[in-house]
């Protein structure tokens, strides 16, 4: 055949076993799925595995589910954004140096302000207003959209509007929201200013699956910074950027890598393959 196993994570979670795999050919960093597909289906065949659709398989003995993807092909992702642009800007940078392997399909926002930033980018910037009148409407655009750029993963970079219970099923386990990991303790506005005022001493950031249960979703990655009586609400908030823009761009890592399960309302995360995040990119 050719090739060999990279790298390789397993977990049993209650009575689940979940098993990731990541295969090159000898002489290049992937193999692609034309040339591992035919083994496996050999193998699945001699293994009591049936082909589901084109790609999967499943084991009828222990009810197993396997995925197989292109290595090589990047993800199709739309970015979503409002008013705060710390998150967008840090993805496009990302994206654009190759530390974030993903094929931009466009950017969607309610408002102008990052338009010029994203048109600079050679992306696609597509206005879509939300009023409590035409919100329908509106995620209907969206959806048009993803229907029509293969969107396969949908980022809210700061998108400050609530999605349908609609949409958040169509589009399960392909949405993924970041926000300050204040929640449940500050709700509503100025949470940075009501944490200083309690006196806090980690502030931190949340990236996670969207689901029709606002803000509780599986969540994929979490991160904090300490803070001190010293900083002011300002240094919250500037420091609070920081960490949801690091936390968000390591959740889609992992989840363009297919390094997540979803498992109820939880996640499981494997860890990414060793080195470094270099090692994962798809050059």
Known sequence: MGTAIQHGRQRIVRVHFVLNRSVSSINKRYASKAEICPHLRRFVGESNMCVVGSDPFRARKFGMEAEIHDGLRRMKVMLMVSRFGHCLNDLLYRWKIGALPIDVVGVVSNHFDYQKVVVNHDIPFHHIPVTKQN?????????????????????????????????????????????????????????????????????????????????????????????????????????????EAQVLARAIHAHIHRRTFINGNRTIVFPPSPGSYASERME
């Open 135 to 243: 919100k329908p409407q509106a995620e209907a655009r969206i959806m048009d959209l993803v229907e029509s750029t293969g969107t396969e993963l949908i980022v809210l970079a700061r998108y400050m509007q609530i999605l349908s219970d609609r949409m958040c099923t169509e589009m399960s386990g392909k949405i993924i929201n970041i926000h300050h990991s204040f929640l449940p303790s500050f709700k509503g506005a100025n949470p940075y200013k009501q944490a200083y005022g309690r006196g806090v001493k980690l502030i931190g950031a949340m990236a996670h699956y969207v689901t029709a249960d606002l803000d509780e979703g599986p969540i994929i990655e979490q991160d904090t910074v300490r803070v001190t009586h010293a900083q002011s609400p300002e240094d919250y908030v500037s420091l609070g950027r920081d960490v």
